[in-house]
């Protein structure tokens, strides 16, 4: 009889390249090596990432707008812009 494979496929990666001021990399470092602390493996930027825009997702739209998009106005506010803004 033929075993049934259990192997989920991998999902498609698209690379980006960010940019990070020298405080939100030595954050997210923290993070990587708290994660690695807490699985016993090597956890890469990526993964961080990742999960923290699935955990996003996961808190529906009027989390975003009421503890993301402040975050993120005050980002922009403090100079670090990064294309034109909307009309």
Excluded at 40 to 54: D, K, M, W
Aim: charged content about 25%.
């Amino acid at each position: 009889m033929a075993r049934i494979s259990r192997i989920a496929p991998k999902p498609s990666f698209f690379a980006r390249s960010i940019t990070l001021t020298r405080d939100v990399e030595e954050t997210l470092q923290g993070f990587s090596q708290d994660a690695a602390d807490f699985t016993g493996r090597a956890v890469g930027n990526s993964a961080i990432l990742r999960a923290l825009v699935r955990y996003a997702d996961q808190q529906g739209e009027q989390w975003l707008r009421d503890q993301v998009f402040p975050l993120i106005e005050q980002e922009l506010n403090a100079g670090v812009v990064w294309g034109s803004k909307t009309k």
